[in-house]
């Protein structure tokens, strides 16, 4: 994983690119879309990317767009890759979404939004099984990320798992409390018992 080097009050500090705004994420999992975008800013890539899926919920597709067109611009070929996904599911080019956010995963096999962004694509596709394996590598690799659980369990529903289902939305409820999605998974977790 790439590594940004900062100084803090004169010594450095090792911060993974994927969490070096971590409030960005919160926000984004409480559905605090505007300020998502707000506090991402054009920093890193993980907090550009989450900014773009924040525009997306918001349905400001243009807006998100030239995220991810400036997401693009990154020197990082898995970034580079994951945008141009984004821009192409964006577009409801479903097949090209999958095809380039595949290449993402093999160009940055250790970015957890490369296959975040792959799940979400093959999951618009209705390929359950590529949605599925593509969402539990970014869960592994990022075990916080609320939303990699959220459409994991949806995907394990389709695939009629259900146990494996139950404890996604179990993970989503205890990383997001606040997500606008809560009530809705709280009643689908009651009917799964």
């Not at 599911?89 to 957890?112: Q, S």
């Not at 093959?122 to 394996?133: F, I, M, N, Q």
């Amino acid at each position: 994983m790439a590594l940004v080097v900062w100084s803090f009050h004169g010594a450095p500090a090792s911060v993974s690119a994927a969490e070096q705004k971590p409030e960005v994420q919160r926000l984004f999992q409480s559905g605090a879309y505007e300020q998502t975008v707000e506090a991402a800013g054009e920093g890193d890539p993980a907090s550009s990317y989450l900014a773009a899926q924040a525009l997306l919920k918001l349905e400001r597709t243009e807006q998100a767009v030239a995220v991810f067109t400036r997401l693009r611009g990154s020197d990082q070929p898995a970034w580079r890759l994951t945008a141009e996904s984004g821009q192409a599911l964006a577009a409801n080019d479903t097949g090209r979404a999958v095809e380039l956010a595949r290449r993402a995963t093999e160009a940055g096999a250790d970015n957890p939004f490369a296959f975040y962004q792959l799940g979400l694509a093959a999951s618009k596709a209705t390929d359950w099984g590529t949605a599925g394996a593509a969402l539990t590598k970014a869960i592994e690799l990022k075990p916080d990320l609320a939303y990699a659980h959220y459409y994991g369990a949806l995907v394990q529903q389709r695939l009629r798992q259900l146990p494996q289902a139950a404890q996604h939305f179990e993970a989503f409820l205890r990383l997001a409390p606040d997500a606008p999605e809560r009530q809705a998974v709280q009643a689908i977790m009651r009917s799964l018992k």
